[in-house]
C-alpha cells in the first residue's frame, strides 16, 4: 500500500464526511443564527429557545436527506470493501 493510495482513500473518507455531515448542519447553523437574532433583538436569553428548533430542522433534514446520506454511505463502503484486493497487492 503506497503513500498515494492511502491519501486517495483518506481524502475520499473525509469528501464522504463532509458530504454526509453538511445536509445537517448548514441547515442547524442558519436556525441557529436567526433565533440567535431573535433572542438579541428581543433580549430573551433561554438556551431551551435554540435548542428546539433545530432539533426540529435536524429531524427533518433526516427524513428528507437520510434516504440519501445512507446510500451515499453504503455505496462508498461497498466501493472501498470492493477495492480492498487492489489497495493491499
Known amino acids: 500500500m503506497t503513500p498515494e ?8 473518507a473525509m469528501l464522504i464526511a463532509v458530504k454526509l455531515s453538511a445536509p445537517i448542519l448548514i441547515p442547524s447553523l442558519i436556525i441557529g443564527l ?4 431573535f433572542q438579541a433583538a428581543t433580549q430573551i436569553n433561554e438556551s431551551t ?7 426540529i ?15 451515499m454511505f453504503v455505496d462508498y463502503f461497498q466501493d472501498l470493501i470492493r477495492e480492498i484486493p487492489t489497495l493491499i497487492g
Open 5 to 12: 493510495i492511502v491519501h486517495t482513500v483518506v481524502q475520499d
Open 34 to 37: 436567526i433565533v440567535a437574532m
Open 49 to 55: 429557545l435554540s435548542f428546539i428548533p433545530k432539533l
Open 57 to 71: 430542522v435536524i429531524g427533518g433534514v433526516l427524513i428528507l436527506a437520510g434516504p440519501w446520506m445512507l446510500q
